[in-house]
């Protein structure tokens, strides 16, 4: 199971008269060959633990960052907890750290991974749910 890989733009048009050619089929890539859908986590944000500073969030829009921009104590506050399967605040913000979001579309940017996350870092779920 895969996606296509995206192909080489063509020019689909024909003459009038002339019959359009055909576009040829998309190579197939495996999701595991796509970095952060495989057994490896997306570069970018660790998820073992925070880093000691919180990152510079200002072009961040994803909820849990305007939640970390309304009390970055939040983070320095979490950042070190792990629920008891091991899941880190690192690893429930990583979505919101590698991806900007768009001030339009807003994502959550935060993901338990377990249930004890949302009652151990109920201070950054909370106002994001």
Excluded at 21 to 42: K, N, R
Excluded at 114 to 127: I, M, T
Aim: aromatic fraction near 10%; hydrophobic fraction near 35%; proline fraction near 12%.
């Amino acid at each position: 199971v895969g996606v296509p890989r995206a192909s080489p733009a063509k020019n689909w048009h024909s003459n009038p008269g002339e019959e359009a050619a055909a576009p040829e089929p998309a190579e197939v890539v495996p999701f595991e060959e796509i970095p952060g859908l495989g057994a490896d986590d997306y570069p970018g944000f660790p998820v073992a633990e925070c880093p000691a500073e919180m990152p510079d969030l200002t072009k961040h829009h994803a909820l849990i960052a305007t939640v970390l921009k309304q009390d970055p104590s939040l983070y320095t506050q979490l950042r070190t907890l792990r629920s008891y399967y091991g899941t880190g605040f690192a690893r429930c913000i990583k979505a919101g750290m590698d991806n900007h979001s768009h001030p339009m579309v807003k994502t959550a940017g935060i993901f338990a991974g377990d249930a004890e996350c949302y009652e151990l870092f109920r201070p950054a779920f909370d106002p994001v749910i």
